[in-house]
């Protein structure tokens, strides 16, 4: 079955570093979404991705959907410790319906202030 | 307050009780979604339901069993649980149907189960 990898598991920063996390699908994805769960919390939709090669930008996040749409990036500039969380990135096999929603094992971002 | 509310929000059971889950969502989506998250593993999704009709059952054990009287609210009952079975059961709902075919999901806070 599909499988969708973020690597890496687990990230330590200084506040002020950057930060970035990638996702691979291991078959082609209709769009990707990425959701972020803070400690204690349940994960809540960040952004979609849905074109080739597209890039979002929310404030210091950046957002990358790979041109074969197998792979994003999520890139956090000058990280701030309300950045601390754990960031999903989701989506469905682009054979498979849009509700089949895989997610990744996630990155656990801590930050030290 | 995601308006999705989940009750309750922890559960501690034995492993010969039977208990249910609830899930109510006050956004008028269309679906509505189980998801079992443990720890160091992905998020598993384990039912989906659309316009009340399930419409996928992804291997789950039959002592889970999901109920969905009408779009707005979801059940999970269960029964003769493994401590296995000890996770944060998730649920969600979300609009299909949309132009771009985009499918999002807002998940309710959760519930806890410990099965001892």
């Known amino acids: 079955g599909q499988q969708v990898m973020q690597i890496p598991q687990y990230q330590h920063v200084q506040e002020g570093e950057d930060f970035t996390t990638y996702c691979n699908s291991s078959t082609t994805l209709s769009n990707i979404q990425w959701y972020k769960q803070r400690p204690g919390g349940h994960p809540v939709f960040l952004i979609q991705?849905?074109?080739?090669?597209e890039v979002k930008k929310q404030k210091r996040l950046t957002f990358q959907f790979g041109e074969a749409k197998k792979n994003s990036s999520l890139h956090i500039t000058a990280t701030q410790t309300t950045d601390v969380g754990t960031y999903f990135c989701a989506g469905p096999p682009l054979i498979q319906g849009a509700q089949k929603l895989v997610f990744g094992q996630g990155t656990r971002l801590t930050i030290n202030p | 307050e995601t308006g999705v509310t989940q009750t309750p929000r922890h559960l501690v059971m034995g492993m010969t009780n039977k208990k249910s889950l609830k899930c109510e969502q006050h956004l008028g989506h269309n679906a509505m979604y189980w998801y079992k998250q443990s720890a160091k593993k992905p998020l598993e999704l384990m039912f989906v339901?659309?316009?009340?009709?399930?419409?996928e059952n992804n291997s789950v054990p039959s002592r889970f069993s999901p109920e969905c009287p009408n779009s707005s609210h979801l059940f999970l009952h269960l029964h003769t649980l493994q401590p296995e079975d000890s996770a944060l059961y998730l649920c969600?709902?979300?609009?299909?149907?949309?132009?771009?075919?985009?499918?999002?999901?807002?998940f309710g806070a959760g519930s806890r189960l410990t099965v001892l």
């Open positions: 339901y659309n316009f009340k009709e399930q419409t």
């Open positions: 991705l849905v074109k080739s090669g």
């Open positions: 969600a709902s979300s609009q299909t149907g949309g132009a771009s075919g985009a499918n999002v999901l807002t």
